[in-house]
């Protein structure tokens, strides 16, 4: 747990979104509803700033490897990652290696139910190695993520 320089725990958290969350808004608004990625950052960070935390960056990449570089590079500088992986979620053993390569807590996210929806979509790979799963809920997915987080980063701290 990294000290900030008030002798306080920090609250650092890194959003990373996987292949084709770029397209969100327009891409199959039916499944993952109509926000676009910008919007569901907006909430994010407003809800950051709410909940005191002291900082809060996102990646959106199309790139297994630049998420596997994110994640790596996360070690030391954040104390949580919230990750919908999209597609990813459910092949990447790399990224699955990095997650537990790392000592930061990761709560894997998504927008959708990916356990009522197609069978190659209910298996996860990363599961087995993040903390928790959110999904079916869109934005709130994420919100929750961030949420539980936070009050995690703050029990530690007391
Ligand atoms: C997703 C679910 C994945 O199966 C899919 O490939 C995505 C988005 C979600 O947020 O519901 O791209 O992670």
Redesign the pocket.
Known sequence: MELNIDGMNTKRILVLH????NLLGTREPE??GSLTLTAINDALRERAKELGADEINFLQSNFEGELVTAIQNARGRYDFILL???????YSVALRDAIAAIPVPVIE??????HK?EEF?RKSVIAPVVMGQI??FGVD?YIAALEIAIRKLQRESK
Do not use: E, K, M, V
Request: with cysteine.
């Open positions: 996987g292949p084709n969350l499944i993952y919908n992986a999209a597609a990813l979620t459910h996210i998504h927008l959708s139910n990916i929806r979509r999904c079916g997915s």
